[in-house]
């Protein structure tokens, strides 16, 4: 150690040191310059947006929406007559000779040509087509709340990527101010140092935290490209570009009660919807299987040409044209019990879709209680956190001044200063978890598009009266057990 200097020098020193040392924490707790924009930042709405008109997997639900409509058209057309047209020619070795008084009748030729149009209608089909017709069109309803499904999961992950991106920033912010802070640091246990106040090992100390400092910085601006990338991902961005988007980390109050968010989501989770339209496709689909018991009857209108000769003109042996009107009834009663087994093996499939429905709807009970109190924990942590924060950067500033009136060591000022940037994380981290629970509990809840985002036409839920009372008879609540 070297010898120490006069006092009056070393309080000349101290004075420059102090005067110093408050332009260098003036810079520190200024945010650190960022490169230059691309663009306006993007807000958390605009954000929304642009991934719903890119998202290859809402498109994939809009096909299978699409293909539901076709599926529905093509239901419908087995009400209607359908027309069929049948060339036939017909070669015999011998023609069918009669003996009569008159003598040896030759009947039909060797060669007959045929050509017949006919109309089919069906009449009555046991229930078929109309159980069909509505397997389809709930299909359509089907697909359509796949749809709006698909839709609040993608807001709800790019809500997460936002905030998470943000977190990101104030975690490579609070690190840069560690850096910022530590150096400034460093440099006043040197001046110290050169004038005999403190021993070498106390500036080695500062040296390693400072380095631990700069590489917790790498790694915090790392995260904050991997959430950038994540993010760009989700609006169909290059995974490299450049994107800021606004600010909005901070705390607002979400009055959303319990009971009422658990109503809520019973009646607007798109997963139950889809299982109480299943639930109707299952009655069809019996109604459907049943229809075997019943006889199939048919309307057949024919017009038929026959000749001996190819181009069904005039000939000496068969009527050329002649037309009928036949009503043909078929019955298949009885194949060892065949439709029986299709009947109930359609009726386990519907008690086991009632079993997932109600299991859905505890999971769906159970995600809101979840979200709702990881929303309250996270309120509360906000709280501490922002006295903590206080306390943290008090604590920083008075053992820094009573280090530089050589009161404390050199350890008590690394250790504020590591509880100050623990603080500072610890901030940011609730009002991230703050936000993100909130757009987990309203996605929960069966929503979470936030106001000035325009859904996509097909994500908007159906409406089907005839749900209601099937929906209110399997989400009302179960007695408890004794």
Not at 43 to 51: R, T, V
Not at 385 to 407: D, P, V
Request: proline share 5%; charged share 20%; aromatic share 8%.
């Amino acid at each position: 150690m070297k010898p120490f200097a006069a006092p009056a020098t070393r309080r000349r020193i101290l004075c420059t040191l102090l005067g110093s040392l408050c332009l260098l924490l003036a810079l520190a707790l200024a945010p650190p310059a960022r490169a230059a924009e691309t663009g306006p930042a993007m807000g958390l709405n605009q954000a929304i947006q642009k991934a719903l008109a890119y998202s290859p997997n809402l498109q994939a639900a809009k096909e299978d929406l699409d293909s539901a409509r076709f599926a529905r058209s093509e239901s419908q057309t087995g009400f209607l007559p359908s027309l069929n047209t049948n060339y036939k020619y017909t070669g015999l070795q011998h023609v069918n000779h009669t003996r009569t008084p008159l003598g040896v009748i030759s009947s039909g030729a060797t060669d007959t040509y045929q050509w017949t149009n006919s109309v089919s209608q069906p009449l009555f089909t046991g229930f078929n087509l109309i159980s069909t017709f509505r397997l389809a069109d709930l299909g359509v309803d089907v697909a359509q709340a796949q749809v709006r499904l698909t839709m609040l999961d993608l807001v709800l992950s790019v809500k997460e990527a936002y905030f998470d991106f943000l977190r990101a920033q104030k975690a490579e912010d609070v690190s840069h101010q560690a850096v910022v802070q530590l150096g400034s640091h460093l440099q006043t246990a040197k001046d110290f140092y050169d004038v005999g106040i403190i021993p070498i090992n106390d500036v080695l100390k500062v040296e390693v935290e400072l380095a631990n400092a700069q590489q917790e910085e790498v790694r915090a601006q790392n995260a904050t490209s991997v959430a950038r990338a994540k993010l760009n991902s989700l609006l169909g961005l290059p995974v490299d570009n450049h994107l800021e988007v606004q600010d909005i980390l901070n705390f607002h109050n979400v009055d959303i009660d319990y009971d009422q968010a658990r109503r809520i989501a019973r009646l607007e989770r798109p997963e139950l919807a889809a299982l109480d339209l299943k639930l109707l496709q299952a009655d069809q689909s019996i109604t459907q299987a049943q229809s075997r018991f019943y006889p199939q009857v048919n309307l057949v209108a024919s017009y038929i040409f026959t000749s001996d000769r190819p181009e069904l003109g005039q000939n000496d042996v068969y009527d050329p044209t002649q037309g009928q009107l036949m009503t043909q009834v078929d019955w298949t009663f009885w194949e060892w019990g065949r439709t029986r087994y299709q009947v109930s093996q359609r009726r386990a499939q519907k008690r086991r879709l009632e079993s997932t429905r109600r299991d859905l709807q505890d999971q769906v009970d159970l995600q809101v209680k979840q979200n709702y109190l990881a929303l309250v924990d996270s309120q509360k942590n906000i709280v501490t956190a922002e006295a903590s924060i206080r306390s943290a950067t008090e604590n920083f500033r008075i053992t820094e001044e009573r280090f530089r009136e050589q009161l404390t060591t050199n350890t008590e000022v690394l250790d504020a200063q590591t509880l100050l940037t623990q603080a500072r994380n610890n901030y940011f981290t609730a009002l991230t978890s703050y936000n993100v629970a909130e757009a987990r509990l309203r996605r929960a809840m069966g929503g979470g598009v936030p106001e000035g985002v325009e859904p996509p036409r097909e994500a908007l839920p159906p409406e089907r009266p005839d749900l209601n009372p099937l929906a209110a008879a399997l989400a009302a609540p179960r007695p408890e057990k004794p």
